[in-house]
């Protein structure tokens, strides 16, 4: 019997663009069958970058607070996990960043390997770090030995985005004023993208670490044989792409 479909979709907001960019995903994977849990990070005051004055914050930091706290039970329950924040100067939020170190005995059990990691982020403009940011917060599923999902080409609105994502997962730009904002039916990609973890139901559990503690040493030439063998736990659906798809292939 297959296990169900668990999503864990993790944010760190101060606008509310990245929170509703969560729910837009944890609500698609919920249409396809999943069991979603949202969760927010700790929140760390003062927040020097943005502005607590503006009602937005405050609307925000009201709806935040009122979302449980991730925690490494969170991660060990899901099959899948998604995360993101705001950019900042390219990279994760602070907050995002200590909730990822605090995660750490998780990658000395090897508690994730072969689970599947994704995701999302917003900006203030398409050059703000918009996809550098999707790839930092990326690099730590790497470490825990997850696969990785982005967002293919054979999304539609991928192709004729003018408000954020890209290949490497979803995204909004909202201006530096936040004026631009972001809704579903603006910019549907997200929940487009949540649906898309039906694409992942193989082998998504956790697997015990193949190496000792401390490491040992290993002959370079069999990390890639492994890599290779592990290449069994991503079976992808291919779909056919668009003609407007095609033409800039």
Known sequence: ????????????????????????????????????????????????????????????????RALPRAGEADLEWARGIVWGSPTRYGLMSTPLRAFIDEVAPLWRRGALIGKVGAAFTSTGGMHSGNEITLINLLLPFFQHGMVLAGVPHSVPELVRTVKGGSPYGASAVTGFDGTRGWTRTSWPLPGRWGRGWRVWPGRSGPSPPPWSWPPTKIKSGNQVGAFGAGMKVACIRKEPMQPEQQ???
Not at 12 to 23: F, I, N, P, Q, V
């Open 1 to 64: 019997m297959q296990e169900p479909m668990r999503v864990c979709v993790i944010c760190d907001s101060r606008y509310g663009t990245t929170l509703e960019l969560a729910r837009a995903v944890a609500r698609g994977a919920e249409q396809e069958g999943a069991e979603v849990r949202l969760r927010r990070v700790t929140i760390e005051e003062p927040e020097y970058s943005v502005d607590p004055e503006r009602a937005d914050f405050q609307a925000t930091l009201a709806e935040y």
């Open 247 to 249: 033409a800039c292939a």
